[in-house]
């Protein structure tokens, strides 16, 4: 009988506020080490903690945007436990009163690894939520040669903990769990969710047993710096965990960290059971009447990277493909929006964005933010193009100017002469000429080679330095060798 993995995630998320959970000391990634604290996140003796609106308000409009039910009342508890990076020897988290309960992932195709979207196993899942809480975060131990230090700049971050079901079947789909739910916190505004900067931090929870079977042995996986990681260390594991139970080996429940270096997982401790930490409900702190604060998050929540991908191939025309590239990220999103709402074809302007735009940020290493062609440049570009103004061929010239020189394209086309003719008189004059310098293309086209009117196009392009409308061009020609 085959073994089947079962996967669930617990994703924690740096909120982006300007302070701490329960203190005034400023979030600031990158400060010099123990420079942001204070009393309340050092953990000194009497410092009373107050809590951060803010976090509370950002982590219900999470579970607006994941389909969360937002209880009326929650409440904050200590977790006991005794490490160097926690100095009150407890944290103040949520344990049976969370500020969010139930909702979902949804799982899109273009969210799955390039490699894994045509073999998609369970298309349009989305992935069970069990509850969002709010707490604060620990400190930052940074190991030296013979020693280690403590930053506490982290120490009181308020951090959402976002738990899953064990509905993920694959590494693949641990992949898009995470891509779209880091798209969706993106989209809120409710986090950066930079796993680098330590803003958006994954542990697994990887078991496998027979089909129908009870759940196996729950084996947690640590220190992913990564989304791709995330998929190297649960396909890894997964590897392990069915090798170990063929060979008749126990599986005990333990928490492993994964090293990227080495491809591998290595155990670090047995895992604690959730009563180790003897949870009580804080006494500093009472409990949390969320209706003062959800009439207003409500109407905080953004159009979801689904919802708007959705609406860019209905109202725009795009590809699903196409609509998934521009609402990937926020700005992104914004940049085609701002442009395509005033196109003539909304489509040629995605074409843009997706073949020339990107590629030229990429080669500058500019962000969409920064770009230095605007929405509406962009859209005037595309405008003149498919007005027949200029030649697509004109368009790349004018474009590459543009974003050199942040120049408009009207202002560029002008000052380089390079206005397409589209005058039927002009152009007929031009086709005439043409027709008496190409005799054997002409015969060629009057005897049924139709692709022998390229030879004569081609001759058009040359006297009118390629200023004639191509499209004007054909019709003109066809007409007049049909006479």
């Not at 899953?164 to 590494?171: K, Y």
């Not at 047995?270 to 969320?290: G, I, M, N, Q």
């Not at 605007?374 to 474009?399: M, P, W, Y």
């Amino acid at each position: 009988m085959p073994l089947i993995p079962t996967i669930g995630l617990e994703v924690h998320v740096q909120l982006k506020t300007r302070s701490k959970m329960f203190c005034g000391c400023a979030v600031e990634f990158g400060a010099e080490p123990n420079t942001r604290v204070c009393p309340v996140c050092l953990g000194y003796p009497g410092a009373l903690p107050v809590m951060n609106r803010a976090a509370l308000e950002m982590t219900a409009l999470t579970g607006l945007m994941l389909g969360c039910a937002v209880p009326e009342v929650c409440k904050f508890d200590r977790k006991n436990y005794f490490y160097p990076d926690m100095p009150k020897n407890y944290q103040i988290t949520q344990y049976d009163q969370p500020l969010c309960v139930g909702g979902g992932v949804p799982l899109n195709e273009f969210a799955y690894p390039k490699d894994a979207q045509k073999s998609i196993v369970n298309p349009g899942k989305t992935v069970r939520l069990t509850r969002i809480h709010l707490e604060e975060d620990v400190a930052k131990s940074q190991h030296f040669e013979s020693s280690t230090g403590i930053d506490f700049n982290r120490a009181g971050t308020p951090l959402m903990e976002i738990v899953s079901e064990p509905d993920i079947a694959s590494p693949e789909e641990a992949f898009a769990y995470l891509i779209a739910l880091q798209q969706i916190l993106i989209y809120g505004g409710v986090s950066d969710a930079d796993m680098e900067k330590g803003q958006l931090r994954c542990d697994c929870n990887v078991s496998v047993a027979e089909p129908g079977a009870p759940l196996g042995v729950k084996i947690e996986i640590k220190n992913m710096n990564s989304i791709s990681a995330v998929r190297r260390a649960v396909a890894y594991e997964i590897e392990r965990q069915i090798a170990a139970v063929q060979k008749g080996e126990r599986l005990v429940q333990s928490t492993r960290r994964w090293d990227d270096d080495s491809a591998q997982t290595f155990e670090m401790r047995s895992k604690e059971s959730a009563h180790d930490y003897r949870y009580f409900p804080d006494p500093d702190l009472l409990p949390v009447d969320t209706s003062v604060f959800m009439d207003e998050v409500r109407t905080r929540r953004p159009e979801l990277p689904h919802e708007k991908r959705d609406r860019f191939v209905r109202d725009f025309g795009v590809t699903p493909y196409d609509a998934s590239v521009l609402a990937s990220e926020k700005a992104l999103a914004d940049y085609f929006d701002a442009a395509a709402k005033s196109a003539r074809k909304p489509k040629n302007v995605a074409n843009w964005i997706i073949n020339d735009l990107l590629s030229a940020l990429t080669t500058a290493e500019k962000t969409i933010v920064d770009c230095p062609i605007s929405a509406h440049a962009l859209d005037e570009l595309v405008n003149l193009i498919d007005a027949g103004t200029i030649s697509s061929s004109q368009g790349k010239e004018v474009f590459a100017a543009m974003f050199a020189t942040g120049a408009p394209a009207a202002q560029i086309v002008e000052e380089r002469g390079l206005k397409q003719e589209s005058d039927s008189g002009a152009i007929e004059a031009l086709c005439q000429q043409a027709i008496a310098n190409s005799p054997k293309a002409v015969a060629e086209y009057k005897a049924g080679k139709l692709q022998a009117i390229n030879s004569v196009k081609g001759q058009v392009m040359k006297l009118s330095q390629g200023k004639a409308n191509p499209v004007v061009v054909s019709q003109v020609l066809e007409k007049l060798l049909a006479e």
